[in-house]
């Protein structure tokens, strides 16, 4: 029992070194931890939230802020909620972290907000906008107001006249899919105010293409008569995925899918189609790919508590195609698609790592996750979507917290690193909820429904990696 004597900072002190000593050179290494995540709530001056664990700080934790210009320090009771923070300390109980060391992110700031997106759907005030007057717009997960004063560039004839489908710009120009840059603060009401929007063209046809030609057929396999995916590359079969034989379940997701595409979607020049697969994977995971195709592991599904959570984890994913996250990861980061090495895969043999399998047509992103900036777009976007269709969007975070739960074991680096993105999307989540939404209480949304509960019960027991 410790010492109720002593106050809760100094019982975390003692735990603290004594754990350091016991782990000091050791072959297992230190326990120090590191928890990354946005500040989800404050106790008190010494005491912030992440999510459901409390991270505790004494007057000896290192507190400092990081910005263009540097490392400053601070003090703990200016950590506030929204900041993006690294806390690096030890567990001392269950959901109660201490600190020793937390780092906050000051590069993104509370107010002001700047960013790139396709537009997901046709801009109702589009014209008011295009003639200097006031209107709102959807863009990028946000609720826009653009005034008199907002600086535009807003040009439909030209943003969609370079389309590069070779299309001519119609009389009814499509806006759906073109480019905004914005910039922007935020407001109380959760709007925010457009400070400038430029208009631009939409991504050129390639964005939505899968790499290296490859083809994604679903198909059976000639010997067991099994539903496949098969990645063709002309004739030749690099890959395949067993797909669930549960037809019933198959059909509740890809309706499930097509009723929340965002109006619009279909009605652009993007070369998409979207297809939702269900396939046979135990791993709790989702993946999109350029080209709309959408894959829902069984795993997934296995775990998944409401409609609500499938709904909002598939606008996501609809999100990171419509926004052509792997095309844009492609250029700002790699300069360059990787040359297509599936390496330790037999022509036509089944996958075993998906992740390995897209890694090798260098889209490992679809798999394992964007950069940060990509990943947040996607969920801004996705609770937006799934707020619009009527869902709980408060089911998001939840599965976030349901993943942590599970994962809460955090002795080995996999379930850590799972465990870890999962907080930073969780707390992410629940900010973007309380800034962007501030005055909903949800009453009246629908979280759960029978055809969510049939599925579940034609899935049936399944293996959860
Ligand atoms: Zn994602």
């Given amino acids: ?42 106790v008190d001056d010494k005491v912030i939230l992440i999510l459901d664990d409390r991270i505790e700080t004494t007057p000896a934790s290192h507190v400092s802020g990081q910005d263009s210009s540097g490392e400053h320090p601070m003090k703990a009771e200016e950590l506030a909620v929204g900041m993006l923070v690294d806390a690096e300390g030890v567990w001392v109980d269950r959901h109660k972290f201490f600190a020793e060391k937390i780092t906050a992110d000051l590069r993104e700031s509370d107010k002001k907000i700047h960013g790139t997106a396709y537009l997901q759907e046709e801009p109702e005030d589009s014209s008011k906008i295009g003639t200097g007057q006031a209107g709102q717009l959807k863009v990028d997960g ?122 619009g979607a279909e009605g652009t020049s ?19 790919l ?41 250029d700002e980061t790699r300069g360059q698609r990787v040359g297509l090495i599936i390496a330790g895969i037999a022509a036509g043999a089944f996958i075993g790592d998906l992740g390995l399998f897209m890694a090798s047509m260098g889209i490992a992103s679809v798999v394992n996750g964007h950069q940060r900036e990509l990943e947040n777009q996607a969920d801004r976007l996705g609770l937006q979507n799934v707020i619009e269709h009527g ?29 870890d993105s999962s907080l930073i999307r969780g707390s992410f989540l629940t900010i973007q909820l309380q800034r962007t939404y501030p005055d909903n209480t949800w009453e009246g949304t629908k979280k759960n429904t029978k055809a969510f509960e049939q599925m579940k019960e034609d899935l049936g027991p399944v293996k959860i990696m």
């Fill in 290 to 330: 350029p080209d709309g195709t959408m894959l829902i592991n069984t795993g997934l599904l296995g775990t998944i508590q409401n409609e609500s959570q499938l709904a909002f984890v598939m606008s996501h994913e609809i999100a990171h195609v419509l926004q052509a996250h792997y095309k844009r990861e492609v």
């Fill in 391 to 419: 869902y709980d969007p408060r089911e998001a975070p939840n599965f976030s917290r349901l993943i942590i739960n599970r994962y809460g074991d955090r002795t080995t680096s996999k379930l850590w690193s799972n465990h």
């Fill in 1 to 42: 029992m410790p010492n109720r004597k002593w106050p809760a900072w100094r019982r975390a002190l003692a735990v603290a070194m004594a754990a350091s000593l016991l782990f000091e050179g050791g072959a297992a290494g230190s326990n120090k931890v590191k928890l990354h995540g946005y500040i989800t709530g404050r």
């Fill in 270 to 288: 993007r070369p998409i189609e979207f297809r939702f697969f269900v396939v046979e994977d135990p791993e709790i995971n989702a993946a999109s």
């Fill in 142 to 263: 946000y609720l826009m107001e653009v005034s008199g004063s907002t600086k535009r560039e807003w040009n439909v004839t030209k943003a969609t006249a370079t389309a590069s489908t070779g299309t001519p710009a119609s009389s009814q120009a499509q806006l759906a899919a073109c480019h905004v840059k914005y910039s922007a603060t935020r407001r109380k009401d959760g709007k925010v105010d457009a400070e400038q929007i430029d208009l631009g063209p939409p991504a050129s046809a390639d964005a939505y293409k899968m790499p290296h030609d490859m083809e994604i057929v679903p198909t059976k396999d000639p010997q067991t008569g099994i539903n496949i995916l098969e990645f063709r590359q002309g004739k030749k079969v690099q890959g395949r995925l067993k797909l669930l034989a549960e037809k019933s379940v198959q059909e509740y997701v890809s309706h499930l899918g097509d009723s929340l595409l965002p109006a």
